[in-house]
Each structure stands twice: as structure tokens, then as C-alpha cells.
């Protein structure tokens, strides 16, 4: 099993910034691509940035490129998701997710991840 932990939201105007955190502990050596994913209040949960194992590949929806950045540390075991340029309709709940498995590359794929944080608030006024 893999636990995964979010920190980072909170509320912010639009137009700053914002950092998430993943924190990842327990078996993280039997889990590869690791993604973020967010939900709005009455939404479904949808992809935002996905990474592979060594950080080499990246993949964002289109809404996101440009303005988030996703990075790992695996010495630290902890997913990142930069968020500059902020808008109000980026305000949700954002979730790490964690694929099982050895996998090169990544994915958009919700159902492909095995492993979710509780997930962090982002908040964006306008």
C-alpha cells in the first residue's frame, strides 16, 4: 500500500501562485507514475499533470500547459504541482494520485491510478 498526503492549498487571488505537495509513504517502491488530479463542486474529477517514475516525461491538460509545472523528488518520495496564474476556475479539491506498477511514461487516465490523498483545497478569488 502507498499513502498519500496533500498540503499546499488554501485561497489566493487570481493571478498568484501556488505550490502543492505529495507526500508518499509505505510501499512507494512498487509505484510508478504519479499524477494530479482535481474536482470542482459539482464536477467530475479530472486530470491536471501527470509525471513518470524518473521525472524525464510530463504530460498537462490543455486548460493547465503553460501555467502548472509537476516535479518529483523521489529521494524525498514527494509529488510537486507549481501553479502560477491562477485563475477562478482552477479553485477545487486537488488530489495526488499514485499508479501501481512499473510503468514508463504517464497517464491521463483516472482509472489507471490505484493510490489517492484525502486531497488540498485551492481556493482563487477574483
Known amino acids: 500500500q502507498v499513502q498519500l498526503v496533500e498540503s499546499g492549498g488554501g485561497l489566493v487571488q487570481a493571478g498568484g501562485s501556488l505550490r502543492l505537495s505529495c507526500a508518499a509513504s509505505?510501499?512507494?517502491?512498487?509505484?510508478?507514475?504519479m499524477g494530479w488530479f482535481r474536482q470542482a463542486p459539482g464536477k467530475e474529477r479530472e486530470f491536471v499533470a501527470a509525471i513518470s517514475r524518473s521525472g524525464d516525461s510530463t504530460g498537462y491538460a490543455d486548460s493547465q500547459q503553460g501555467r502548472f509545472t509537476i516535479s518529483r523528488d523521489n529521494a524525498k518520495n514527494t509529488l510537486y504541482l507549481q501553479m502560477a496564474s491562477l485563475k477562478p476556475e482552477d479553485t477545487a479539491v486537488y488530489y495526488c494520485a499514485a499508479r501501481k506498477g512499473m510503468y514508463s511514461g504517464w497517464t491521463k487516465f483516472l482509472a489507471n491510478y490505484d493510490y489517492w490523498g484525502q486531497g488540498t483545497q485551492v481556493t482563487v478569488s477574483s
Open positions: 509505505g510501499r512507494t517502491g512498487s509505484s510508478s507514475v
